[in-house]
């Protein structure tokens, strides 16, 4: 994870302070948001505390319901 975070800090440096986003979950990151307790709350909460322009943060589609599942 501290790579990605290096990265998305380093492209809000450059940008700020206009507002950035990022996406992430990406299947080739899987082993290891996989083994985080709540992916997208922990990578989240990392990018905000790196990144203060950042204003929106997005889970990708193609790995969503790995993380939540449909509920029947």
């Known amino acids: 994870m501290d790579q990605i975070i290096l990265e998305?800090?380093?492209w809000a440096r450059w940008f700020y302070p206009a507002p950035v986003g990022f996406q992430f979950?990406?299947?080739s990151d899987r082993h290891w948001?996989?083994?985080l307790?709540?992916?997208p709350a922990d990578i989240g909460r990392e990018i905000?505390?790196?990144a203060p322009n950042a204003?929106?943060?997005y889970w990708v589609d193609f790995t969503v319901k790995?993380?939540?599942p449909n509920k029947k």
Request: overall charge negative; glycine content about 4%.
């Open 8 to 10: 998305f800090a380093r």
């Open 25 to 27: 979950g990406y299947p």
């Open 33 to 35: 948001w996989e083994k």
């Open 37 to 39: 307790a709540d992916p």
């Open 48 to 50: 905000i505390l790196t």
């Open 55 to 57: 204003t929106d943060l």
């Open 66 to 68: 790995d993380i939540w």
